[in-house]
């Protein structure tokens, strides 16, 4: 059996120290050697690896630029010393959508990652929004795997005393699913291999209320022929902190069992005590739990199972 993490996160020192200074301060180096320990103390033999949030996009584009350089090549360099254990995901400069296609040039032919990390919003844009539409021209045009994680949302928290991740991160995600639906952009960018952090948010359960906007405004069903629900049965979803029944059993409700693939989101999970990093994982059973955890990635990054 071979369990590959599809949604772990590395953040190089380079990283760090190209941040923002407002933003370094807040986030620390996350070493590949960190993930490693993880990986071989609960028997995970791959990991699909990005940055995560804050990822590159802020306001000068010639330091995203920059920076987004950096961390896809010190990325690349993770992934040259162990191909068979990790793959790896471009960061791109967005706003800037020349920047992002010159990147994904070289991310993808001079560095040959695996597919590329996109947020949910950037300043405000969603994922869907025209603006966005060359860069998943050419994601699609190379059936690109896509892996979109939620961020900070572009306004105050109504709570602050609540952090940010507890709700904020899977709304954000249920947001730019919506917005891809109804934007249009699942129906015109079909051959993206998407990828939703978190099981897709609320989005799986909310799934026939947000079918339900094409029953009040029926023309917005144009832009989504196959309909919401169809559209989310299309989509790939990992279990990155939702690695329990009941999170996975909605999600199942409106996509089939081999979309759903595993992820720890490390290193942001609460390590279990004994030696099984998801125990919630049990009840699906042996044979079921070995094709979550293993082959059902291989749509995604088939490369870690050709090894």
Same mark, same amino acid.
């Given at each position: 059996m071979t369990r590959i993490d599809a949604h772990a996160h590395v953040l190089p020192a380079a990283y760090i120290q190209g941040l923002p200074p407002a933003l370094a301060a807040t986030h620390e180096p996350i070493p590949v050697q960190a993930l490693e320990a993880v990986m071989g103390r609960y028997g995970i033999d791959a990991a699909v690896i990005s940055t995560g949030p804050p990822g590159v996009f802020f306001g000068d584009a010639g330091q995203a630029r920059e920076?987004?350089?950096?961390?896809?090549?010190?990325?690349?360099?993770?992934?040259?010393?162990?191909?068979?254990?990790?793959?790896?995901?471009?960061?791109?400069?967005?706003?800037?959508?020349d920047g992002a296609l010159a990147e994904l040039r070289h991310a993808f032919d001079v560095l040959a990652l695996d597919g590329v990390l996109l947020v949910t919003q950037v300043a405000g844009t969603y994922l869907g929004d025209p603006?966005?539409?060359?860069?998943?021209?050419?994601?699609?045009?190379?059936?690109?795997?896509?892996?979109?994680?939620?961020?900070?949302?572009?306004?105050?928290?109504?709570?602050?005393?609540?952090?940010?991740?507890?709700?904020?991160?899977?709304?954000?995600?249920?947001?730019?699913? &919506?917005?891809?639906?109804y934007g249009g952009a699942f129906a015109r960018f079909p051959q993206i291999r998407w990828q939703f952090a978190h099981l897709g948010g609320a989005a799986p359960f909310l799934a026939h209320r947000i079918?339900?906007?094409?029953?009040?405004?029926?023309?917005?069903?144009?832009?989504?022929?196959?309909?919401?629900?169809?559209?989310?049965?299309?989509?790939?979803?990992?279990?990155?902190?939702?690695?329990?029944?009941?999170?996975?059993?909605? &999600?199942?409700?409106?996509?089939?069992?081999?979309?759903?693939?595993?992820?720890?989101?490390?290193?942001?999970?609460?390590?279990?005590?004994?030696?099984?990093?998801?125990?919630?994982?049990?009840?699906?059973?042996?044979?079921?739990?070995?094709?979550?955890?293993?082959?059902?990635?291989r749509v995604l990054v088939p490369r870690l199972l050709r090894q």
């Amino acid at each position: 059996m071979t369990r590959i993490d599809a949604h772990a996160h590395v953040l190089p020192a380079a990283y760090i120290q190209g941040l923002p200074p407002a933003l370094a301060a807040t986030h620390e180096p996350i070493p590949v050697q960190a993930l490693e320990a993880v990986m071989g103390r609960y028997g995970i033999d791959a990991a699909v690896i990005s940055t995560g949030p804050p990822g590159v996009f802020f306001g000068d584009a010639g330091q995203a630029r920059e920076l987004a350089r950096v961390v896809n090549e010190e990325l690349a360099a993770i992934v040259a010393a162990a191909p068979q254990r990790f793959a790896a995901l471009a960061s791109l400069p967005l706003p800037d959508v020349d920047g992002a296609l010159a990147e994904l040039r070289h991310a993808f032919d001079v560095l040959a990652l695996d597919g590329v990390l996109l947020v949910t919003q950037v300043a405000g844009t969603y994922l869907g929004d025209p603006a966005w539409d060359p860069l998943l021209e050419e994601l699609d045009r190379r059936g690109a795997h896509v892996f979109v994680h939620p961020t900070f949302p572009p306004h105050a928290p109504p709570l602050p005393q609540h952090p940010i991740w507890l709700y904020e991160f899977p709304f954000e995600t249920t947001r730019a699913i &919506t917005n891809l639906i109804y934007g249009g952009a699942f129906a015109r960018f079909p051959q993206i291999r998407w990828q939703f952090a978190h099981l897709g948010g609320a989005a799986p359960f909310l799934a026939h209320r947000i079918a339900s906007l094409a029953e009040r405004e029926p023309q917005l069903s144009t832009s989504a022929p196959a309909g919401a629900l169809g559209h989310l049965a299309q989509q790939y979803y990992d279990t990155g902190l939702s690695n329990h029944q009941l999170a996975i059993d909605a &999600t199942l409700q409106v996509a089939p069992f081999q979309h759903v693939v595993f992820g720890t989101d490390w290193p942001y999970l609460a390590l279990p005590a004994g030696a099984d990093l998801a125990p919630g994982l049990e009840y699906l059973g042996p044979e079921r739990r070995a094709a979550l955890e293993g082959e059902h990635v291989r749509v995604l990054v088939p490369r870690l199972l050709r090894q």
